[in-house]
């Protein structure tokens, strides 16, 4: 490749504006440097269904150089302290999925004392053994109004915003830094020994580049159409294929915002339901195979009665049809896809933007500066595949242990459609829970503590009776159990209120911080 190799971004949205900024931010404006452009048509809006994130972004962010309450007021953006599930295991149930690693002190993790607690009367698994669940519960934020900067405060957390105006943020950054954006469109993408010889745009004529990234989203424009890299479909393994979205104002500007995204399960799918400053993002994810598109609208509107009343009959949610799943090759010779024209899941857990941040990440590594890519390519492809397929099994295990009864659901339990290993793991994990040696690093994006949050929220049947000899610290884990307990107290009672402290930032930034107390809960709290 050249000096200042000439990179060319098919595509803006969150995944062609986070690769540009995130791009011209690492490698620089030097002498040298890549020079980048991105084309993007006016006319193509964004996918945005989820608006969700996993914490991952806050490191994102600050590799950026955006300030988090910028961020915050600019994206409509709120804090995000994990998931609640509701309907999930039986209609009734609710569980949380809380960011915050369960608590671990010397050596030893609380699982087994609380597995060999009796299911009868001991808490849920995510209040036993971390703050946030009830933080969350209480309405409260993950951290006060002047523990400012991605990392200030105690507790993990992610956001929820609006993908729209996110994509507005990081177009602005991109542009900072030196990035130079196209308004077009492309009709044409011509190619040759090499890979994409050049596109064409209507309005900016014939554009020649080094290397291309394909963010056109699902047309694919480069690696699909133009390279043809078969994309390879998940849906025997992951069941929906079909989403309605809308966006639903506030009836109260100042109703408490919830720090989780509710998930709620439903006869043939689940609900989403994101709340941002001043209004809902809400969604219905279903199978059309078990659902027509009149009964999906049926339930949307159902569940939008709780906020709609009766006008949410004549409420219109946008229909998006996907096919889940990803392409093997995702970069083929000069040509690398990210965010939609790679692959997509439905929106649960969030995994859309998080894909987008790994398949950076990777790039930025394996970039071709010199010498011949293939075996960088190689090494992307196989590492996003992995990616992938890890990810399918996390977004699996949600669905193949409901006890639900309805045919979407008795149909995501038949062991056909659970992957080998997600089985053979659900074997072990009959009689040892989850551990850190059951998911690889830097290929599971979910850690073992995920996995555990999924099982025992919905209560998978872990028999440790045989272990209970080795389990003799009961005692001390009680007093850990009590600790936990009076934390959370304490919290509740220090943290400001979700609506509170995005008011908060929105209008004044984070606060100075005050002096320091000795009585400050926070001191004693660990991960």
Sequence with gaps: MTSSPRILIAGGGTAGWMTAAYLARVFGQGAGAPRITLIESPDIGTVGVGEGSIPTIRTTLQTLGIDEAEFLRDCSATFKQGIRFDDWEVEGTSYSHPFEAPYFTDGAGLLPYWLLQDPATRPPFAEAVTLQKRVADAGRAPKRAHEGGYFGGRMNYAYHFDAGRFGNLLARYACLYGVTHLAGRISEVETGTDGIAAVISPEHGRIEADFYIDCTGFAALLIGKALGSPFHSVRDVLLTDTALAIQLPYADPQEAIPSYTISTAHESGWTWDIGLDSRRGVGYVYSSAHSSDDRAREVLRTYLRRYAGDNAASLEPRLIRFDPGYRKAQWVRNCCAIGLSAGFYEPLEATGIMMIEVAIG??????????????????????????????????????????????????????????????????????????????????????????QYILYGMNYPTDLRAQAPIHSRTEAADKIFARIRAFTDGAIRDLPSHR???????????????????TDPFLTVSR
């Excluded at 996003?384 to 990810?391: A, D, F, I, S, V």
Aim: proline share 9%; with cysteine; net charge negative.
């Design 362 to 451: 990777l790039l930025v590594d394996c970039f071709p500066f010199t010498g011949p890519a293939d075996a960088s390519a190689a090494l992307f492809n196989e590492r996003m595949c992995q990616r992938y397929e890890k990810t399918a099994e996390f977004l699996k295990l949600h669905y193949c242990i409901s006890r639900r009864p309805e045919a979407f659901w008795r149909d995501n339990a038949d062991p056909a459609t659970i992957p080998e290993n997600l089985r053979a793991l659900l074997d072990m994990w009959t009689y040892r829970p989850p551990s850190r040696f059951d998911t690889l690093t830097d290929i599971d994006i979910f850690a073992a503590s995920s996995y």
């Design 500 to 518: 509170d402290l995005i008011t908060q930032i929105y209008a004044h930034g984070f606060a100075p911080p005050p002096a320091l107390k000795r």
